[in-house]
């Protein structure tokens, strides 16, 4: 088991990379927090989970919320070993002129500000402990940007930096910091990164990843799952990118 009784508390674990990345975690022996805006998806992949794993409602964006968060997830489990800053959201495909102020404000509040807020409330407990490790999902939008996604590959680049700057402040207090950057995948916001679900779109980008195939849920949870274990001790402050070639 190489999360053997490690607590992790995993955003977005309602559905898609995040739905997936806490399964991989359970498999390997953690306990988890499943945390989603969505209370009936929560629930429903903790019970998916079992005994090892409780649903927490929360809106990473309000820091009320991740307050409240970080202290259910010490009440029940004791403790905050891992950190998966997997929520996020985007503007539906089109011109950068057309995305609106309060689309614009939900992404980087989703994005963006909630791994300054869950920094806010859990990096204190990590350094009190001694040890943690956070796990920001960001995207290959941060590094290669798709037209018509403006304001969402802006927001994933500034996940980025934030992985990198966070890493370097935080190693001497043996708390690592890495990212994952995944290529568009099989989850519920691929049709806003697309405009539209059409074989047509999926075709096109299908066409810029050189392994010929959109990422799944399981992709990265095998790359979390490597980076959130022991066996990466050393690594800190690294951005991989789990893109089947799209980035190189």
């Known amino acids: 088991m190489r999360l053997n009784n490690k607590i992790a508390l995993v955003t977005g674990a309602g559905s898609g990379f995040g739905r997936g990345i806490a399964a ?61 800053n997997n ?14 102020e309060e689309e614009f404000d939900r992404i980087f509040a989703v994005n963006v500000k909630s791994v300054f807020l869950t920094a806010r409330h859990g990096v204190p407990l990590m350094k009190e402990q001694g040890h943690g490790m956070i796990l920001n999902v ?65 075709a096109q980008f299908v066409s810029s990843i050189p392994w010929g195939r959109l990422s799944q849920p399981q992709d990265m949870a095998n790359a979390a799952l490597f980076l959130c274990s022991d066996e990466a001790d050393m690594v800190t402050g690294t951005c991989m990118e789990v893109d089947g070639g799209r980035c190189i």
């Open 138 to 202: 960001a995207s290959t939008a941060g590094l290669r940007p798709r037209p018509g996604l403006a304001w969402y590959n802006t927001s994933k680049g500034a996940m980025i930096t934030a992985t990198k700057a966070m890493a370097i402040e935080l190693a001497s207090f043996k708390i690592r910091v890495n990212a994952i950057n995944p290529v568009a995948g099989e989850t519920g916001m691929l049709h806003l990164f697309m405009g539209e679900d059409t074989p047509e779109k999926r």
């Open 87 to 100: 929520a996020g959201t985007t503007h539906r495909n089109k011109p950068m002129t057309e995305v609106t």
């Open 24 to 84: 991989r975690f359970a498999e390997e022996g953690a306990k988890l927090v499943v945390a989603d805006i969505n209370e009936e998806a929560a629930k429903m992949v903790a019970g998916e989970i079992g005994d090892s794993a409780i649903a927490v409602v929360a809106d990473v964006s309000k820091n009320s919320d991740v307050e409240a968060m970080i202290k259910q997830t010490v009440a029940q489990w004791g403790r905050l070993d891992i950190l998966v």
